[in-house]
């Protein structure tokens, strides 16, 4: 049965989560699990600084008797109290200070840490959490080095030299050899211009080890390039033995088994890459004040952009009000459990009646006024969805099991579908049909409806950051 383009975006609403999750769960564990460490870290430190502290003020007291000695040392130790002295800080105290230097700070924040770093995420996660930076960041054709901001928190997209370096040698374990270059070379480059490279030695890698790993990958693709990679990391450690020997091998294994390098190939981005990246033109958009549908209108018109006439598919921007998207936020955190509903994993949603509230019947009241029909299904579908992988909606909507209406129910049934936007979406999570050119981002307050008569393919772009919170609606066409 044919399924109107707005039932798939429908569905793909539906499918965002309103209910706390068991991912949400997770990810707020470890959110807590890093506060725990970087708390248990900070008393260390405290230790730390406490015996440094003691360490110093002790120091002052010595250095100024031997300030005082220094001025006549003769006079000075002819006093039997100021030898005495002497004699006893080196008899005994120096003693008592190698006891303290080998003492272990805080003994208690050490073993707190014992204790925790059980609970750390595992390779795996490493591994699967890396695996979805590398998609994304192909899908949307970011390249590693816009990546690495030397103003590092101001960015949105932010990768820091040491874990652009870590991406590189995962992908290098995976036998990527092409995008392990691109993120090595970027972390070599960019290794000594973060305000914390001074920590890359004690976490990661000291900058010469990070040139001898580009230098493999950049060997591997037979590249000429792996020398220079190589002759740097001699520079950085010179004496380093295993570093020489590694150099002359592979100069040698070159030189005997010349190949052709193998080239980072030209982009050819997809047709769905192209659009979710927001490289299409939909033409000039047509804005008019809508004041004749509905003859309330002609006392307070609604202003709306054409999108596109086929389908038929008009904006209305900054149609919800603050407080009522507040009052449905609400609600989308009340739901009760027997009304939610997951599609896939990262797209949840709730659907509460048109008789939830007056501000739900209010809304609905506003829809019939956009589209002039006079009836609506009578059920808001609230969906949340964070997912890191495009989606097409159509799918869902076959799969599911949860509203066996939507799975009957005919595209001639459907004159419109509404969707309205709860959250922004500034990265990722659009809203795009390939065929028809049509690509919309999420911006709160917006209204957007579609009319059609035939089935369309309707995909949901890759979330980067945040979730996008949508209300949906369906128009059903009046009974004859």
């Not at 044919?2 to 793909?12: C, D, N, R, T, V």
């Not at 901001?149 to 932010?158: G, P, Q, T, V, Y």
């Not at 995962?170 to 001074?198: I, Q, R």
């Not at 009241?365 to 029909?373: A, E, H």
């Amino acid at each position: 049965m044919a399924m109107s383009l707005w039932s798939a975006i429908l569905l793909l609403i539906l499918v965002c989560p309103i209910v706390r999750t068991l991912e949400e769960k997770r990810i707020r564990g470890l959110l807590n699990l890093e506060r725990d460490l970087l708390q248990n870290l900070l008393e260390y430190a405290q230790k730390l600084e406490e015996k440094i502290s003691l360490i110093n003020s002790s120091l002052e007291d010595y250095f100024d008797d031997i300030d005082e000695a220094k001025r006549d040392p003769e006079e000075y130790l002819s006093n039997p109290l100021n030898a005495f002295r002497l004699i006893r800080h080196m008899h005994q105290d120096w003693v008592s200070w190698q006891v303290y230097m080998e003492e272990k700070v805080g003994p208690d924040q050490v073993a707190q840490i014992d204790r925790l770093l059980p609970q750390l995420p595992q390779k795996s996660a490493f591994k699967k959490a890396a695996k979805e930076v590398h998609s994304l960041t192909q899908f949307y054709g970011y390249e590693p080095a816009s990546l690495v901001a030397k103003n590092e928190r101001n960015s949105s997209l932010h990768l820091s030299p040491l874990d652009c370096y870590q991406m590189g040698l995962e992908l290098y374990e995976e036998h990527d050899y092409l995008g392990a270059a691109k993120w090595l070379k970027v972390a070599a480059e960019h290794y000594t211009l973060s305000k914390y490279s001074g920590l890359y030695d004690l976490l990661g890698a000291p900058r010469w080890q990070v040139y001898r790993d580009l230098a493999r990958a950049l060997f591997k693709l037979n590249r000429e390039s792996f020398n220079d990679a190589y002759a740097t990391a001699l520079r950085l450690n010179s004496q380093n033995v295993h570093l020489i020997q590694e150099v002359g091998q592979t100069e040698l294994l070159s030189l005997r088994d010349p190949m052709e390098p193998i080239l980072d190939p030209e982009p050819s981005p997809s047709v769905l890459e192209r659009h979710c990246r927001g490289g299409i033109s939909q033409g000039r958009l047509k804005c008019e004040l809508n004041s004749w549908v509905h003859s309330f209108l002609e006392y307070a018109p609604l202003k709306f952009e054409e999108l596109s006439q086929d389908p038929y598919t008009i904006l209305y921007p900054g149609s919800i009000y603050e407080s009522e998207m507040k009052h449905v936020e609400h609600a989308f955190e009340q739901c009760p459990p027997n009304v939610q509903f997951e599609l896939m994993k990262g797209v949840t949603g709730c659907s509460i009646s048109d008789g939830y509230s007056p501000v739900l019947k209010r809304i609905n009241g506003r829809i019939l006024d956009m589209t002039g029909v006079e009836e609506t299904w009578k059920t808001f579908f609230i969906v949340e969805y964070a997912q890191l992988q495009a989606f097409e909606p159509f799918n869902l909507l076959r799969n599911s099991t949860k509203f066996p209406q939507l799975n009957v129910m005919n595209s001639e049934d459907i004159e419109a579908t509404v969707l309205i936007f709860l959250r922004d979406v500034t990265l990722g999570g659009a809203i795009t049909m390939p065929k028809e050119d049509l690509f919309v981002q999420p911006r709160r307050g917006n209204v957007l409806i579609t009319l059609q008569h035939k089935e369309l393919a309707t995909t949901i772009c890759p979330n980067i950051a945040g979730s996008g919170l949508v209300m949906i609606k369906f128009i059903l066409k009046k009974e004859e």
